[in-house]
């Protein structure tokens, strides 16, 4: 029996691609673990109405964590259209398997490391190593959302005074899509980015929300962030709204550690961030809950580029360190990353992005060299 079992699930496109990297790299660590492939993404939407179907969720169940591609998802009107004509008109509503996964696992924790690694010709400084942790389950992503609106949600909306600016448009022509903070969903974030800080001695926690507009749901995490703060006496907290925070992330980059934010807003400057530290083929995530993670490269299934090994499969491998730090391997996660990182910096087998012309398997072997 292997200590580990990892379900790997590559999904659409490049999600293929990456993973085929990833276990060269998972093979020249060496590390004891039973992988199992499962299904997900748009061609299980298209065949089976479910893009994540019931067996990958007991799949995930039976593992100690997941190792995740990327998958291809299109709008409302185009889903329904590319679903098998015997599934039409039977009701199948096409829903964010990503999404859909961080919710039902729990996976309350995004963390999203933005780290400039030396010789990166794409990084905007090389002084850039910055953290955000985004809350995974719920705000305007909790997928609550109607339109046309009913009846029933517009009269319980009547009980706000601002509702009657909207008392004479039809209920067609609204659309209404919740955002919704828990108490506990936020102290969870922040209580993440703070141990965080502490952990790796961090100077500081910086909020970002928009308290001044949106009272209510950013005014929450700004109050529980106040008294989370209270129990970190040595990590400053810092308070900024999103707007913001997207100058700042482009001018001083380098003054901010850890970032901790909503689902939407995180989801935002997580991009931006990312791009700081070339883009998305440099982008790594953990999905983490109490008892469960999930790591994945934060990029989709760039359809255009679907199994010519052409894209960077770094995202995905510095996603396969995060997933070797949560299970406690720590020496094999410095291991990796510091066969990337001297990768970076020689910059001889580079994939496209970085004006290179070495697939995604090259790059991998390279890692895998230095790994062994
Ligand atoms: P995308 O991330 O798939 O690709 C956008 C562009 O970024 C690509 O055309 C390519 O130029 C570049 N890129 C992405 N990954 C790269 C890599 N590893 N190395 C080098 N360059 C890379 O985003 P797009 O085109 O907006 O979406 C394509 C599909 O992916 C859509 O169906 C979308 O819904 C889905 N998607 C899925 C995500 C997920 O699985 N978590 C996240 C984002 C998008
Ligand atoms: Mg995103």
Not at 71 to 92: H, M, R, V, W
Not at 113 to 126: F, T
Request: net charge negative; charged share 25%.
């Amino acid at each position: 029996m292997s200590k580990y079992k990892i379900a790997c699930l590559p999904g659409d496109g490049i999600g293929n691609d990456v993973m085929d990297a990833a276990m060269i790299i998972l093979e020249a660590l060496n590390l004891d673990a039973e992988y199992i492939n499962g299904d997900i993404g748009w061609e299980f939407w298209k065949q089976e109405g479910n893009p994540l179907p019931d067996r990958t969720i007991e799949l995930l169940k039976n593992t100690d964590c997941c190792l995740f591609g990327a998958i291809t998802s299109k709008p409302k009107e185009e889903a329904l259209k590319e679903l098998n004509p015997s599934l039409q008109d039977k009701g199948f509503t096409y829903y964010s398997p990503i999404v859909r996964l961080r919710q039902t696992l729990k996976l309350h924790t995004n963390m999203r490391p933005c780290k400039a690694y030396p010789g990166n010709p794409l990084n905007h400084r090389d002084d850039i190593d910055l953290v955000i942790f985004r809350e995974n389950t719920e705000g305007l992503y909790v997928g609550i959302e109607f339109h046309p609106i009913p009846n029933g949600i517009k009269d319980a909306l009547t009980v706000h005074p601002k509702m009657k600016a909207f008392m004479d448009t039809d209920l067609n022509d609204m659309a209404l899509s919740c955002r919704i903070f828990t108490r506990g969903a936020c102290q969870s974030i922040l209580r993440a980015a703070f141990e965080y800080a502490r952990k790796f001695k961090k100077p500081s926690v910086t909020v970002v929300e928009k308290p001044n507009v949106i009272r209510e749901t950013s005014g929450l995490m700004i109050r529980e962030g106040r008294e989370m703060a209270k129990k970190y006496p040595e990590i400053e907290l810092w308070e900024t709204n999103v707007d913001a925070m997207c100058m700042w992330l482009l001018k001083n980059p380098q003054n901010y550690s850890v970032l901790v934010s909503s689902n939407m807003f995180g989801d935002i400057i997580s991009d931006l961030s990312a791009q700081l530290v070339g883009g998305l083929g440099f982008a790594s995530s953990a999905n983490i809950g109490d008892e469960y993670a999930l790591f994945e490269p934060t990029h989709g299934s760039a359809p255009k580029y679907a199994g010519q090994y052409k894209v960077n499969p770094t995202a995905m491998l510095l996603s396969v360190k995060l997933m070797l730090d949560y299970l406690g391997e720590n020496e094999l996660a410095s291991k990796l990353e510091n066969s990337i990182a001297s990768v970076i910096k020689e910059g001889k087998v580079k994939t496209y992005d970085l004006g290179g012309n070495n697939t995604s398997l090259e790059i991998a072997e390279e890692i895998a060299k230095k790994i062994r």
